[in-house]
């Protein structure tokens, strides 16, 4: 009896699915990269938004200083979605 339970479990563990979670206490790995490369593309759009949102706030009311901010605030934005296609390709690979 015992031998047909040590056969049964070596075929039934011989197609079973392989668990390959295995998750970090860093928390590197908990994310899957589609979701942070969803994360860090929204966060660098909405820093693309507010740079627009400022410079036009510079036209309307004539300021140097709101419109530097703003272009920069773009910058950073297209620097961060520029960034994220590289992290993504990488951590697919």
Known sequence: MNTNKTYTHR???QYAPKNTFHP???GKKDLPAVIRACLL???GITTIIIGVLLSMNA???GST???ILGIMA????LVSISFNGYLYKKEMI
């Not at 773009?74 to 934005?77: A, D, E, F, Q, V």
């Open 59 to 61: 036209f309307e009311n």
């Open 41 to 43: 593309g929204m966060a």
């Open 11 to 13: 075929a039934i563990h």
């Open 24 to 26: 970090t206490a860093h």
């Open 65 to 67: 200083f709101t419109l």
């Open 74 to 77: 773009g910058l950073i934005g």
